[in-house]
Nanobody, 120 residues
Framework: QVQLVESGGGLVQAGGSLRLSCAAS????????MGWYRQAPGKQRELVAGITSGSSTNYADSVKGRFTISRDNAKNTVSLQMNSLKPEDTAVYYC??????????????WGQGTQVTVSS
C-alpha cells in the first residue's frame, strides 16, 4: 500500500534551477536511506544523490556543488534542489527509499519518475 509520488520536474533552460520532491504515503513503519537516481535514453540508471537515516549525503561527481539532497522525516519526503542545470542533466529522475511498511520487512520502493529537460 506504500506509494512514492514525485513532483517538480519540467523544462528549464541551462543555468536554471528545479526542485524535485518525493513523498511516501501509506502504512509506513520506518524509512532508512533515501536517494535520487536518473536515467537518460540509452543510459544506465545512475545514482545522483543519497542521504542516510543520519542525514549523511553523497553525490555523483557530475552534480557535486550543484545539487543538494535533503529529507523531511516528519513528512516522509526527500527533495533534490538542482541548480546550475546543464543539458547533460536531462533524464527521468526517480526517488528511492528503503522503508518498512506496516509489519513487513524493509525493502526498496521506487517513485514513478519525473522528467527533467534542460535546454541549451
Amino acid at each position: 500500500q506504500v506509494q512514492l509520488v514525485e513532483s517538480g520536474g519540467g523544462l528549464v533552460q541551462a543555468g536554471g534551477s528545479l526542485r524535485l520532491s518525493c513523498a511516501a504515503s501509506g502504512s509506513i513503519f520506518s524509512i532508512n536511506a533515501m536517494g535520487w537516481y536518473r536515467q537518460a535514453p540509452g543510459k544506465q540508471r545512475e545514482l545522483v544523490a543519497g542521504i542516510t537515516s543520519g542525514s549523511s549525503t553523497n553525490y555523483a561527481d557530475s552534480v557535486k556543488g550543484r545539487f543538494t539532497i535533503s529529507r523531511d522525516n516528519a513528512k516522509n519526503t526527500v527533495s533534490l534542489q538542482m541548480n546550475s542545470l546543464k543539458p547533460e542533466d536531462t533524464a527521468v529522475y526517480y526517488c528511492k527509499m528503503y522503508l518498512r511498511a506496516g509489519v513487513g520487512s524493509t525493502r526498496v520502493y521506487w517513485g514513478q519518475g519525473t522528467q527533467v529537460t534542460v535546454s541549451s
